[in-house]
């Protein structure tokens, strides 16, 4: 079938953003000659293997064609039980953090990794699909054509905890929030914890304004570093920084480039001396300030590492260190690692960690 104006025209607006041009072909091409099932329910997983980019971009196209209006976002809950779709929702807000199957007959807790999966449906005005309703028997093959198999998660599963913690989401779906009344648990994640040392000095030397401006600079520097290494920028606290990320990895070469960007900016940004912590474990999303947030411990104790990293250090905690991804990027990039144990105010156990330092390489 022949591209309508109006999908023509969206697909040309998307194409004019930072959308992958294979992801955006992929798209073009189910629009255009794919069956209604190609257009229901996307898996930006599956796409992104078949097409051969990063789950990230993958992510980040899908964003950007909801924006344009190529695509509808899909928040589906699925049973633990069964693995089919509880509930399926438009909107983060309407989201339940327990939800029930009719087919089991059982209620469960929401798991914002495990239970949430985000998917991705063509808009009815690019192209109305002739679905009504699909049975189980549909639901079953788009679920066994896409991998999306319980245990497999990581490699099969866009989940809710993926998609709200890149910055694209935060960026383009700013008023897209839990609601007020409901906390997900999240298996696991990673989080990025930075500040500014000797920032009231900075201010004193170079008087507020300008001060400011360094500090601003500063944060759209760790912006930029964040959304490209698959993370987001939760908030900003002062002159400190709380990210978070799905994978370890990708938090620690972030938190690397960041220390190497700032020791070889232009003065006044290199003068800017920042300490990060990297600690990764179960949290809690709620919506604090009309945005996707997180408590618990984990999130206290990635914060206070930062609190006893030096200036221009990376603290990484065991949780982080001893993840093969990260010892692979580590040992390529020839950064030694220093471990001991810190005493952090509040915990009772010491926290085993180690010591980064980008800027020092072995010869």
Not at 49 to 69: H, I, M, N, W
Not at 325 to 352: N, S
């Amino acid at each position: 079938m022949a591209l309508s104006e109006t999908a023509a025209r969206r697909l040309e607006a998307l194409e004019a953003t930072a959308a992958h041009r294979a992801v955006v072909e992929a798209l073009r091409a189910a629009i255009d000659r794919g069956a209604p099932t190609d257009c229901y329910k996307m898996n930006a997983a599956r796409v992104a293997k078949e097409v051969g980019v990063s789950l990230g971009d993958a992510v980040r196209t899908f964003l950007l064609a909801t924006q344009a209006g190529v695509v509808d976002l899909n928040y589906d809950v699925h049973c633990p039980h069964c693995g089919g779709i509880a509930t399926d929702h438009q909107q983060l807000a309407t989201v339940h953090d327990h939800g029930a199957c009719g087919m089991c007959k059982v209620g469960f807790a929401v798991d914002f990794a495990e239970q949430l999966e985000v998917t991705f449906t063509v808009n009815p005005g690019v192209r109305a699909l002739e679905i009504a309703e699909l049975s189980p028997d549909v639901m079953g093959a788009l679920m066994a054509r896409d991998g999306r198999v319980k245990g497999d998660l990581s490699t099969n599963w866009v989940s809710a905890a993926f998609v709200t913690s890149q910055q694209d989401f935060r960026d383009l779906f700013a008023g897209e929030f839990l609601s007020p009344n409901a906390s997900f648990a999240v298996r696991s994640l990673t989080f990025l914890f930075t500040d500014i040392t000797g920032s009231t000095q900075m201010y004193e030397v170079l008087g507020d304004a300008r001060a400011y401006a360094i500090v601003q600079e500063h944060f759209q520097l760790m912006t930029d570093v964040i959304r490209e290494e698959s993370g987001g920028i939760v908030k900003t606290i002062g002159d400190a920084v709380m990210a978070v990320f799905p994978v370890n990895v990708d938090a620690v070469r972030a938190a690397l480039r960041i220390q190497r960007a700032f020791a070889a900016s232009r003065d006044p940004l290199n003068d800017v001396r920042v300490k990060i912590g990297v600690h990764r474990g179960p949290a809690i999303a709620v919506t604090s300030n009309r945005a996707v947030d997180y408590f618990g411990r984990t999130v206290n104790v990635a914060a206070r590492a930062e609190g006893k990293a030096r200036p221009r250090e990376v603290l990484v905690s065991e949780a982080v260190l001893d993840d093969p991804a990260v010892t692979a990027l580590l040992d390529a990039e020839g950064i030694e690692r220093t471990r001991f144990t810190v005493e952090l105010k509040g915990v009772a156990t010491p926290l085993a960690v180690a010591s980064l330092t980008p800027t020092a390489r072995k010869a």
